[in-house]
């Protein structure tokens, strides 16, 4: 870059000195005798003339090259073609010194004169030195940025290596722990059983409460597990055409039947027809039913609306409530894993900040959509598009 602006600054340079020297005047003429040997309009013999064109004449080209920017040493000889006319600069290379050169043809005048061709040469001396002297300024300030680069990317690297062994080794942690926790929760389970079969009347309510309560606590370790295959094993996810209206009406049933000895409203309105998606059953369920165990949570006195419909090439469920709500601040970040929106420290509100984001990543894998609406203490809206399959 550095040799095309000086190339460029000597064509600009050549264009001015051809324009000094393409018509008569003092300097042209004075050359144009020293060029033809002749004296005869001076006092001086003919070696006087040629020395004083040659000073001028190196004047007038140092003077256009620095006003280009060009401030480097530089020789010049002025010949035909021929070499019968002959006109050498006052400063002289040594024959063994690398030099760089630039010949301009004159035109006009001096030409004319001798009736043939005319080439002013241009002699630089360690032209790649220059060029180097000139990027010092520049040097220093790119070699800082470039280190400053690599030690920005080898950060980067490295804080990425360091989270991704961080994910790795958190998601085998918590895999290992639920796993570990499965154990006693079955045996709760079975406990719980045996006591269902066995409860008086005033013990019923309790056995209900803790059979619940396990359900929970096996749901949340499901979830746990699920989210963490999901984001280690896409094969993990297998798509097929099914019906899922069925499905999401005994979904409803179960969720209602669950709630039934709790203060919650809940209603449901599925439209008739068939509900024909590529849908792993298993995983949609669960996403659902986070929804509706969100709108249960977040409500102060809960009113729980689900809604089904087909719409365009959409199935759509939307899950309503009436609860606190959400900041458009936090509408965005909500669906990233381990988030929680600031609540205050509400025993009922508790929870890991992995639901949304496992229905984020369910609805993803199933080519749909998910969408929010809410207003701060009047309620939030689910919205989940998933595309109808063709039912042929």
């Known amino acids: 870059m550095a040799k095309i602006q000086f190339d460029k600054k000597i064509g600009l340079a050549s264009e001015t000195i051809k324009k000094d020297l393409n018509s008569r005047n003092q300097l042209t003429f004075l050359i144009g005798r020293a060029l033809e040997k002749d004296d005869t309009f001076f006092t001086l013999g003919i070696d006087s003339v040629q020395g004083a064109s040659s000073y001028f004449l190196n004047d007038i080209i140092d003077e256009r090259l620095i006003y280009n920017g060009i401030d480097i040493d530089f020789s010049y000889e002025l010949h035909t073609r021929d070499s019968l006319y002959y006109l050498k600069s006052p400063i002289s290379f040594e024959k063994m010194e690398k030099t760089t050169l630039y ?46 680069i690599i030690i920005a ?19 085998n942690f918590i895999n290992n722990l639920t796993h ?40 949340h370790i499901d979830k746990v597990l699920e989210l963490g295959r999901l984001e280690a094993n896409k094969k993990m996810f297998y798509l097929e055409r099914v019906d899922f209206r069925p499905y999401l009406q005994k979904l409803c049933e179960e969720f209602q039947a669950l709630i039934s000895i709790e203060n919650v409203s809940f209603s449901y309105e599925l439209q008739p027809g068939t509900y024909t998606i590529m849908a792993e059953v298993f995983h949609l369920e669960n996403t659902i039913n986070n929804l509706l165990d969100n709108a249960k949570k977040y409500s102060n006195d809960p009113q729980i609306r689900l809604e ?44 890991y900040g992995l639901g949304l984001s496992y229905v984020k990543n369910v609805v993803e894998k199933l080519k749909g959509k998910v969408h929010i609406e809410s207003i701060k203490n009047q309620g939030t809206t689910v919205f989940l598009s998933i595309p109808l399959s063709n039912e042929r």
């Open 103 to 148: 010949p301009i043809e004159l035109e006009g005048y001096l030409p004319d004169l001798l009736g043939k061709r005319l080439i002013l040469e241009l002699k630089f001396k360690d032209l790649n030195n220059y060029l180097l002297s000139k990027l010092n300024s520049l040097t220093l300030p790119s070699l800082l940025f470039i280190i400053g």
């Open 180 to 219: 570990e926790l499965k154990t006693p929760v079955f045996s709760m389970g079975l406990a719980t059983k045996i006591l269902e079969n066995n409860a008086t009347e005033e013990q019923k309510p309790l056995v209900n409460i803790l059979r619940l309560q396990v359900r929970r606590l096996t749901d």
């Open 308 to 351: 089904a419909k087909k719409s365009k090439k959409y199935l759509v469920i939307s899950v309503a409530d009436n609860g606190i709500g959400i900041d458009e601040k936090d509408k965005h970040r909500i669906f990233q894993k381990y988030y929680r929106v600031q609540n205050g420290d509400l025993h009922k509100t508790k929870g």
């Open 153 to 171: 990317v080898l950060w980067v690297l490295r804080t990425y290596y360091w989270q991704r062994n961080l994910i790795t080794v958190t998601n």
